[in-house]
């Protein structure tokens, strides 16, 4: 039986809020034409009252500091709330991860001699290619971003990209940036949350995530969204975020450290790869692929420009990347920030925000060298060709 769902009127009313609450943390960085604001600008430009409620009611989905020692109310309660802590993280982050990332939010594979924005190209074009994307193909990104991957996929496979995001923010950026590129006739950027899509049944050829839809509070639900607005024979690819089989949940150092990757990244829940597998099997999809891309022995691992081995980059700019990205260099940015909100130069809870990031950053990386966690457990999955039309 298919979810409830919410209602239209009630969706376009809290699409009216978020977008006026959006409009007004981000001041006059919203009507930004070229992306060209520096990050200390942007946050110059915040609201200087609502940024720090935004920042602690954010933080306050994780009071009990020690995570073993979390109810199991509390979990629920977070879990209930996953999208206004998506919603909150993303508004509070974005900026950051522009400047310090580029306008692709997520990790790749890394080969000897190639550039940081290159293996983003490539690990996107191996998702595309994998899925079969032809040129004739109606495909949604859950989960865009800043429509990155949408604008390099819909490039290089010649189809007709949808982002779907529930952050304004973000999808005002995407469309800014499809305009400049020239892609605002083979791509659209539309409001709406993954676990209840404002899209009709069967209606895409394909659809992809790229570490998105960790943020849903049930992998079942986002998954069977994505097997409802598929076509029969449809197919969806993914980079999902899990615990690998080495994660033991009664470890208390795990559990720190999967406290790190939520509080940091936005994230509610941490699934693990058994249920990723699970939730895909029981909405209906057939598993084609699936592999943990971050267990290999490439020389280059994909966490390093976390790690900070800057020995590893090729280019300039992939200097300048890994300098921000570094501890020492998230660190610097942190000091900058707090210096600069401490002389009122920013708004008031912009180091927090940075503190929050450099939690993630170590948390990440904690987890790859315990090998208990992974950013690109890939999966390519089908919609059997003799499914029903929903």
């Known amino acids: ?5 919410t209602s239209t009127t009630l969706i376009t009313q809290r699409n009216r809020e978020d977008l006026l609450l959006s409009k007004t943390l981000h001041g006059s960085s919203w009507n930004e034409d070229r992306h060209q604001d520096s990050l200390i600008f942007k946050l110059k430009n915040k609201d200087r009252e609502y940024q720090p409620a935004v920042v602690d009611n954010y933080l306050d989905n994780w009071k009990e500091e020690v995570p073993e020692n979390e109810t199991e109310e ?12 998506a919603n909150s993280f993303y508004d509070l982050a974005t900026d950051f991860y522009e400047y310090a990332w580029g306008s692709s939010f997520h990790f790749a594979r890394f080969h000897p001699r190639e550039p940081f924005q290159q293996a983003i190209a490539r690990h996107e074009h191996f998702l595309a290619g994998n899925m079969g994307i032809e ?10 971003g800043v429509g990155g991957p ?16 529930n952050n304004d923010y973000q999808i005002n950026r995407a469309k800014r940036y499809a305009v400049s590129y020239g892609l605002e006739n083979k791509s659209d950027f539309i409001k709406g949350d993954f676990m209840n899509m404002p899209i009709e049944d069967n209606t895409f050829d394909g659809c992809y995530a790229i570490e998105a839809t ?18 029969p024979g449809g197919v969806f690819g993914c980079y999902e975020w899990v615990m690998t089989d080495k994660y033991d949940p009664t470890n208390p150092e795990h559990l720190r ?23 895909l099997k029981s909405v209906g999809f057939v ?17 390093y420009p976390l790690e900070g081995d800057i020995r590893q980059a ?31 130069l920013v708004a008031p809870g912009s180091a927090k925000v940075s503190t929050i990031l450099q939690t993630a950053a170590d948390s990440v990386v904690e987890g790859a060298l315990l090998g208990i966690f992974t950013p690109m457990y890939f999966f390519v999955a089908r919609k059997p060709d003799n499914a029903s039309r929903y």
């Open 1 to 5: 039986m298919a979810p409830a769902r």
């Open 74 to 85: 509390s979990k629920t309660s977070r879990q209930n709330a996953y999208k206004a802590v």
């Open 135 to 144: 040129s004739h193909w109606k495909v949604l990104d859950i989960g865009c």
């Open 150 to 165: 949408a604008r390099e996929i819909g490039q290089f496979t010649g189809a007709h990209i949808t982002g779907l995001n």
């Open 214 to 231: 960790v943020h849903a509070p049930r992998l079942e639900g986002v998954y069977g969204e994505a097997y409802r607005v598929l076509k």
């Open 257 to 279: 450290i999967v406290r790190g990757l939520e509080v940091g990244n936005g994230v509610a829940k941490m699934p693990t790869v058994k249920e990723c597998l699970d939730a």
């Open 287 to 303: 598993i084609e692929k699936n592999m943990d891309m971050g267990e290999t022995d490439d020389t280059i691992k994909w966490y």
């Open 314 to 344: 090729n280019t300039f700019w992939d200097y300048m990347t890994v300098l921000r990205t570094t501890t020492a260099g998230r660190a610097a940015t942190t000091y900058m920030v707090t210096a600069l909100e401490k002389i009122g």
